[in-house]
């Protein structure tokens, strides 16, 4: 089963940086089932479908879609619950490495998106 999650809490029309919501650290923590996390990055479908009028896709654009390694998070909520912390500072943590590894992904996407426009 699958369910894919936007942590920022809403689509990012303006693409600044959002700090993620810790509503998805909450989702890991409390899961009975240790959930595998793929991050993914993507750049260029605001080219194909805007977020602004006229919506009609424009076709011949690239998007570049760049999954990275699934996280493992038993190590981390093991030592979380060893150590006994509050359940707000185990969603920060979890939180914070999410965000951590979307934003190398995020570097990473934007080389292989400029690789990408160049061919």
């Known amino acids: ?8 809490g809403r689509v990012n029309m303006t693409k600044e940086f959002l700090r993620l919501k810790w509503g998805i ?13 793929v991050p993914m990055w ?8 805007p977020n602004e009028p006229p ?7 690239k998007v570049t879609l760049n999954y990275g390694k699934p996280i493992d998070f ?8 060893l150590k006994k912390v509050t359940p707000q500072e185990a969603r920060k943590t979890i939180t914070d490495k999410i965000q951590d590894e979307l934003m190398s992904l995020k570097a990473e996407t934007e080389q292989l998106h400029l690789i990408t426009l160049r061919s």
């Open 1 to 8: 089963q699958w369910v894919h999650v936007f942590p920022e």
């Open 25 to 37: 650290g909450r989702l890991i923590y409390e899961s009975p089932v240790m959930p595998i996390i």
């Open 42 to 49: 993507h750049i260029g479908m605001d080219n194909i479908l």
């Open 55 to 61: 919506y009609y896709l424009r076709i011949r654009n």
């Open 74 to 81: 038993g190590n981390l909520i093991d030592q979380l619950r």
